[in-house]
């Protein structure tokens, strides 16, 4: 029996996100920066040619300093924050979005800025969402 191939499932625009978490100024010695950096600021490219909505966060921008210019997250309001997930600070954009079915997540630690709260109310089957709320993701065991 030949084993199941792993699948993102499809992401479709008018019901997906993208959250950039944390690419600031002071986390530019964490390791691989420039890339996720990269990675992070293709995604957004896309994103605005898809018209896919993105919440940009920092992390107690007082101390931690500014979004990193070569994101490129020009025309974004970064929502401050002083807590690592984040949910809170994004809600009322996610509230505003009951068809939300799909999160991209990109950003400094970014697993830790969603672990805490259930963001979906019904993930997608396929998402790889739904097994990391229903406890079942290998990476929190």
């Known amino acids: 029996m030949a084993a199941a191939k792993p699948s993102l499932g ?3 625009p ?3 996100i993208l959250f950039l ?11 691989y920066f420039p890339q996720i950096v990269s990675v992070a600021a293709r995604m957004l490219k896309v994103a605005r040619l898809l018209e896919v909505p993105t919440v940009l966060t920092e992390q107690y921008p007082q101390g931690l300093g500014p979004t ?3 994101l490129g997250a020009e025309g974004l309001r970064p929502l401050a ?3 690592f997930s984040m949910v809170p600070v994004a809600r009322q954009e996610l509230d505003a979005r009951p068809q939300l079915r799909s999160v991209l997540l990109c950003g400094i630690e970014a697993q830790v800025c969603i672990l805490i709260q259930k963001i979906i109310k ?3 089957p396929d998402s790889g969402l739904l097994g990391l709320f229903q406890g079942q993701n290998p990476l929190l065991r």
């Open 14 to 16: 008018g019901s997906s």
């Open 10 to 12: 499809r992401l479709l």
């Open 21 to 31: 978490c944390d690419m600031q100024e002071k986390f530019r010695h964490v390791a």
């Open 122 to 124: 019904e993930p997608a």
């Open 81 to 83: 924050k002083t807590c």
């Open 68 to 70: 990193v210019p070569e």
